[in-house]
């Protein structure tokens, strides 16, 4: 007789409802760590996930998955890829790594948090398969990148970045922890399944996979190809959690954790892939830019997906366009101005060809962002490079902890938005961050960002030595400088070249 | 601003947190170790005192009696990583494919007698409840572990219990078809709220599951429930299908004693790794022993509403007995010592 299929035992593996006698159903399913919208127990019955997987499936499958990635690197390790690697690309990985690795781990326990609390028994076993998914992408973001702690200090970061109180690591964290380590297990589903993992891990995982694969960076490419394919499944968990909470009533309260989450995770990533994409990776390189990524995957896929479910575009959706379209601009300048802050070194490499690019990609960037850069570049050309290297601290947002900034330039529209709360004056870099300050203040009103800590004396003494130390640059590893050392101003030394040197700068 | 050298950060060979270690660090070292960032500060999370996971986790992992200097210390024994967790499990689940194929081919059910049919209904198929509420309890144990290395046992453990509800589930689904009249598939549920047999794993497992402290769930998990639970269902039932001529049922208990052998290894190894805290461990023993007391009668009266029940040739107060010997024996300054 062959084996049963899945479907002929399936369901049974996930009819584990039970009604308890000994503790009361609130107390077996906390309202806090479980659902705080009190939809019936029979209605989470009703999950079906879309994508079914059994155990004896998923460790034969993982196995393989493994068994490939792990094989590419141990092919490719006697290389001297990275050896030879473009530092900027390097830089890439060591955001890359530094950012994820750990935060992977994390969703291990938001993972953990919905196969307990959650009351739907289909619901438990998937996130049963996302803890270990989560425990695969942690684990393996830290192995491949161990290797190149050989290479180059800044590697370490891999496993120190989120243990450090880095300026950067503290925004990812902040972020993290408010949508996936702090919420009860539906809305950790709604904000972590589907805002983040269906609305944004792609941007990431296949987006700079292209980037790599065109880098010859087989390893990573093939790596983080394999990491989407758990993450395309365990993410799927949270689609059904959306109908529930939609057929149920709860149409407002998914929303605006969708909203939340995608916000919040969308500042982060827009820093983690947007940078890369549009200024490191070489012109040759590049396979599609930041904002057309953005537009494909979150524009049309995602969009489609939250209007399917019933929901809305989120609020600030023009916001958010105009966001795609400036946030990782503002940062690639800001980052790299403040580059000894950093645990990678970023390149300006915004030489002529690289800035028609960028002109034609994001139309204006040169009568923007580009009059930014032609300050640094004149200053360089000049022959004073300390000037293109930032001091003191920026404003910091109070609820990404990203310095807070926007277009430059003839457009300028730089400013803070800011809330007077108990005495105390929050800063934003936006109103969606100031909204979600506002919809729960108690959750974020105590946190100090990086520039508060520096006047309350938990940086002490207050000078940029200290700052840095605090950060761990120059205690983890190097700090951050140009990968290239500058090279590419030089590019506007050839003949030909037409620098827009700004009058009176 | 201070500008560094290249020279003071000579290349490492390791992670800057391992290399002090004269030895070279094995993948498991690599991949495991201090992983959680919820634990280098007082508060957990960067979200305010009052969110309520916030409060959570202070109390329930940050201030659990149960102490020790360094949980990061912690080692799992078998040095299980993902990738290996996915090997040794794929191989595992091989051997049980071929165990049901070539039951099934041997119309193995069908030789069953009615009335050991009968006994697997009542005590059998409803296990997916119990497995499954060691599943959740383990999910929640890696949540509120206060470390990385202990949190992989948990998530694996869970894992195991997936793979024992589905393996549970598939049994059911092929009796079912055999014997279609006994109710396989849809009296589980009933039996599990009100046969007597189950009763006392369910009050065990319900308590265990809302006993918040981390610590005390999992010595109220892993070194008492647990091992009562294997005791019952893997080693009494196994031996009373033997004897009524279900091998199957014999042969996927000890396949699945694979699993929970290795969760009792690294359960012990963290206990012991508890108690021989130099400045805790002496009010850890104290503690833990508080935490037997409490939960013992809880599974003792499980094991016997069980097995007593199973079949009359077992002889429920000795199984009880045998894990009350090895927990104290766990507490015992010598089984420390000797380890």
Redesign the interface.
């Known amino acids: 007789m062959p084996l049963l299929e899945r479907s002929a035992w399936y369901d049974i593996a996930r009819d584990t409802n039970w009604t308890p006698k000994y503790v009361e159903v609130d107390e077996l399913f906390p309202p806090d760590q479980s659902d705080p919208y009190g939809i019936p127990v029979a209605e989470w019955e009703t999950f079906d996930e879309p994508y079914k997987v059994s155990y004896r499936e998923y460790v034969s499958v993982q196995r393989e998955k493994d068994a490939g990635a792990y094989s590419v690197k141990a092919a490719l390790a006697r290389s001297s890829y990275y050896e030879d690697a473009d530092p900027a690309y390097l830089s890439m990985l060591k955001l890359h790594y530094g950012a994820i690795a750990l935060s992977e781990y994390a969703a291990c326990q938001s993972d953990a948090r919905m196969t307990r609390f959650s009351k739907a028994p289909g619901m438990r076993n998937m996130a049963t398969f996302g803890m270990l998914d989560e425990l695969r992408h942690g684990q393996i973001q830290l192995y491949f990148p161990h290797q190149l702690v050989s290479l180059d200090r800044q590697f370490d970061w891999a496993h120190q970045a989120h243990h450090s109180k880095n300026w950067a690591a503290i925004a990812g964290r902040h972020a993290l922890d408010d949508v996936m380590m702090t919420r009860d297990a539906v809305t950790t589903s709604v904000m972590l399944n589907f805002a983040f993992e269906t609305g944004l891990t792609n941007i990431q995982m296949i987006g700079l996979s292209a980037d790599a694969a065109n880098m010859g960076d087989f390893t990573f490419s093939n790596l983080i190809t394999s990491i989407q394919s758990d993450e395309a499944r365990h993410a799927q968990i949270g689609t059904p959690v959306l109908e529930i909470m939609v057929r149920n009533g709860r149409k407002a309260e998914a929303q605006q954790a969708v909203d939340i989450a995608f916000w919040r995770i969308h500042r982060i990533f827009a820093i983690l892939t947007g940078i890369p994409m549009d200024y490191w990776i070489p012109l040759e390189k590049r396979d599609r830019s930041f904002k057309e990524y953005m537009t494909e995957f979150v524009g049309e896929q995602f969009e489609r997906q939250l209007l399917d479910l019933g929901l809305e575009r989120p609020w600030y959706w023009d916001i958010f366009l105009e966001d795609v379209e400036t946030h990782h601009h503002c940062q690639a300048a800001a980052t790299w101005a403040w580059r000894n802050t950093l645990w990678w070194n970023p390149t300006g490499n915004v030489g002529p060809r690289e800035r028609a690019w960028l002109e034609e990609k994001y139309p204006g960037w040169n009568d923007t962002f580009g009059m930014y850069w032609d300050v640094m570049i004149e200053n360089i050309r000049a022959g004073h490079p300390e000037k293109s290297e930032a001091v003191g601290m920026p404003a910091m947002c109070n609820m990404c902890q990203i310095p807070i900034s926007n277009k430059g330039g003839t457009v300028w529209q730089a400013r803070a938005y800011q809330l007077e709360y108990e005495g105390r004056l929050y800063s934003f870099c936006s109103t969606v961050c100031k909204w979600i300050f506002e919809l729960e203040p108690s959750r974020y009103k105590t946190f100090n960002t990086i520039a508060d800590r520096m006047y309350n004396g938990e940086i002490s003494p207050n000078t940029p030595e200290s700052i840095l130390q605090y950060m761990g640059s120059g205690v983890i590893s190097q700090g951050g400088r140009d990968a290239h050392d500058l090279a590419w101003v030089r590019a506007y030394d050839e003949p030909g070249a037409t620098p827009r040197l700004v009058a009176g700068s | ?2 500008v ?3 020279s ?10 391992l290399a002090k270690n004269r030895r070279r660090p094995t ?1 498991y070292e ?3 170790t ?5 634990t ?1 500060d007082d508060a957990p ?10 409060r ?1 986790y202070i109390k329930y992992r940050n201030n659990s009696p149960l102490r020790h200097g360094d949980w990061d210390g912690f080692r799992d024994p078998d040095q299980l ?3 290996t ?3 040794i ?2 191989g595992q ?1 091989s051997h ?2 071929a165990l ?2 070539d039951h ?2 041997n119309e193995h059910d069908e030789g069953l007698t009615t009335e050991w049919v009968g006994r697997l209904a009542t005590f059998y198929t409803p296990a ?2 119990l497995l ?1 509420t060691v ?3 383990a ?2 144990l ?2 509120l572990s206060p470390s ?1 290395t202990i ?2 046992c ?2 694996f453990e ?2 195991d219990q ?2 024992w ?2 393996r ?3 049994r ?3 009796l079912r ?1 055999t014997h279609p009249d006994v109710g396989f ?1 849809s009296q ?2 009933a039996t ?2 009100n046969h007597p047999a189950w ?1 006392g794993f ?2 065990l497992m ?2 265990t ?2 006993t918040w402290d981390w610590a005390e769930q999992f010595v109220a998990l892993n070194l008492v429930a647990k091992p009562a639970i294997d005791a019952a269902l893997l080693r009494t039932l196994s031996t009373v299908a033997h004897d009524n001529g279900d091998t199957l049922l014999a042969l996927l208990c000890r396949a699945q004693l694979i699993d929970s052998e290795r969760t009792v290894r690294w359960s012990e190894a963290l206990l012991r790794y508890a108690l021989d805290s130099p400045e805790h461990g002496d009010d850890n023993r104290d503690l833990v022993q508080s935490w037997f007391n409490k939960w013992a009668p809880l599974a003792d009266a499980a094991v016997t509403a069980y097995c007593s029940a199973l079949a009359q040739a077992v002889d429920a107060g000795e199984v009880a007995r045998e894990l009350a010997n090895h927990r104290e024996s766990l507490l015992t300054p010598a089984a420390v010592a000797s380890l």
Do not use: C
């Not at chain 2, 999370?45 to 916030?54: E, Q, Y």
């Open positions: 601003m201070a560094e050298h290249e003071d950060f000579a290349p490492l060979k390791t992670w800057s947190h993948e690599i991949v495991s201090n992983l959680l960032w919820s280098d999370w960067a979200m305010g005192p009052d969110v309520p996971l916030s959570w990583v993902y990738r967790y996915n090997m499990q794929d689940e049980v494919d049901l194929e099934s081919g997916k409840y499954h599943q959740m309890a999910a929640y890696a949540a990385s949190e992989n948990f998530i869970s894992g997936l793979r509800v589905s549970t589930a598939y059911t689904a092929e078809s598939g589980e549920r599990w709220e009763q369910r009050e319900e308590k599951l809302v």
